[in-house]
């Protein structure tokens, strides 16, 4: 049964119940207005906007790069799964249709904490609510770890603590899965600053994203191999995207969204406007990374589209 742990709980309950609902990969469409609750709607952080307007994918490069992801963690029966910040519980779907032996989502926000233990209740998963980098998970509990869309927006220091929870979570082989945002090679130092003050200014999300080989060099810190990596271009509020991403009744569902409320749509559009003017300077990125030998990674791998 899906639960809800307050802060700094411990679990990695052994217990395998049966799936009884595997879910489908969008959450209801009856969620999310309290997302982001307590911030007003004109300095709301940009993901909560999305989510309110009925958006279901929140993270840069789209399902097509979650798929690669989950394909390179390669998940199976005998698997189990650390998510953090699972959101609104789209990948989390995904992977319990693999039927891991266990999965546990670690997410700081109460909102989506909450909405997910709804969601997922009749199935084995554990929600927990508390921030990634101290999910109070036992450790070597898992033999995968992954999170999208989290990284990106914390400081260098929280991304050492979220880097160091995973390699602590995992067990020898295990595989930790990344889904980022990723400054192209040619973005110089003062890019990086436009883009990172845009982000904040507009999207109200204090955006840090790193490098391919900065990204890389996480991994090589906490002892794990960079295995897979692909990119994809910004286009989370592109129309092909969109569809793509959230199919053609969640396309309306955001188009009717933003129709209807002008501040939705103000936010939206300004978001739009700041992912087009950096687009040449500004991918996604997602890694896969296993505890083993060390190794380097130099440049990008495929691109997805
Ligand atoms: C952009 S959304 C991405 C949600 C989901 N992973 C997706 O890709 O659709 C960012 C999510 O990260 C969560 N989050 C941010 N910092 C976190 C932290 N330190 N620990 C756990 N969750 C965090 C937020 O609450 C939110 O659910």
Redesign the pocket.
Known sequence: MAMVVKWGNSLMDNTVESVTRAGNEHASNTCCHSFGDGQSPEKMQG?WVLARAGKR???PGGLELTRGMLAAMEIGPEDRVVE?????G??ARMVLRKHPAAYSG????QA?AAHLQKELASSFAQIVH????ASGLASACATVVY????LS??TME?KAR?FAEARRLLRPGGRYGI?ELCFTPDASDSTRREIQAEFSKEIHVGVQPLSSPEWAELFEKNEMEVIWNATAPMHLLEPGRLLRDEGLWGGFRVAFNMARNPQLRRRITAMRRVFRRYQAHLWAISMVGRIAKPAGLSGFGEQIA
């Open positions: 993901h994918v929140l993270r953090f910040a699972p959101g609104l789209v990948t670690i997410e700081r926000e989506a508390a921030p990634a980098e999170g999208e869309a989290i927006m914390q929280q979220i889904h």
